[in-house]
């Protein structure tokens, strides 16, 4: 019977030889800007209200690195001294509120008339150089949507609801490496927003953690991206000692304690 473990590299294998250790570095993005509160009652109607009042806050990339290199891509699990464990969509539904069932979130990854598409579904398009691009920056949504007028019409409403869930997908449950931008194949998804509840969000989101923690098993892994925020979060609830010791190491930090974890 073929081996259940893999025989592919792993960073596990260099710590444990004793090799160059070094913490992974970020590659998160992060929310521009908070929503405005007119905006509220359509993101509620989408399932995105409680994934638009998430904040970042610093991530432990030493924590992250461990939780790496315990990280199994054959059973999707971190293997602990005290057992497997691991994220499940309950994790996803409790942290952000985003449903996790129903349609699979897929789109198109050209989009033929992106120009056209924004002006439909944002009422704005940044395609004044060209009229065919793939991509939004966060800095053209933010100056275009961070600020409404207390006399928007519905109309410019929607409109700025789907720019901020766009932000959201990229800024913080799906961020990569694409220099602060999000792509267009999310926004068809987002043109009926009585629809947008009906795909499963949050499975998307774990779905693409669970490939990043996989790629990132690499020896020559250099940085880490994906959802972050909810791996660290789901790491302190989940492992309360874990949240224990944080505490303890700011509290010396305040107080100039040194440090007595080791002592007998």
């Given amino acids: 019977m073929a081996s259940l473990i893999r025989e592919d590299p792993h960073i596990s294998d260099t710590v444990n030889n004793m090799g160059l250790y070094h913490a992974l570095r970020d590659r998160v993005n992060s929310l521009g800007y908070s929503p405005d509160a007119q905006l509220m009652p359509y993101l509620e109607i989408t399932g995105f209200g409680s994934a638009a009042l998430t904040r970042t806050f610093d991530l432990q990339y030493n924590l992250i690195s461990a939780l790496v290199e315990r990280w199994r891509p054959e059973t ?17 539904t409790l942290h952000f509120g985003l449903p996790i069932d129903g349609s699979v979130v897929t789109g198109v990854s050209a989009i033929a008339e992106s120009d056209a598409l924004c002006y439909s579904l944002l009422g704005a398009s940044p395609g004044d150089d060209e009229s065919n691009f793939s991509d939004l920056k966060f800095t053209w949504l933010k100056a275009k949507f961070e600020h409404l007028s207390i006399n928007a019409t519905e109309e410019e409403l929607i409109c700025a609801a789907r720019a901020y869930i766009m932000h959201i997908i990229e800024g913080v449950l799906m961020p990569n490496a694409n220099n602060k931008r999000v792509h267009l194949q999310y926004l068809p998804l987002l043109a ?20 990043e923690l996989c790629q990132t098993t690499k020896p020559d892994t250099i940085d880490i991206g994906r959802c972050l925020v909810l791996l660290q979060s789901w790491a302190l609830y989940r492992m309360s000692f874990l949240a224990l010791m944080e505490y303890l190491s700011r509290y010396r930090e305040v107080v100039h304690c040194p440090d007595i974890s080791s002592d007998d």
């Fill in 192 to 211: 009926d927003l009585r629809n947008v509840s009906l795909y499963s969000w949050g499975s998307a989101v774990l779905a693409i953690l669970y490939r």
């Fill in 76 to 92: 999707h699990t971190f293997h602990l001294p005290c057992g497997e464990y691991t994220v499940t969509l309950e994790d996803v």
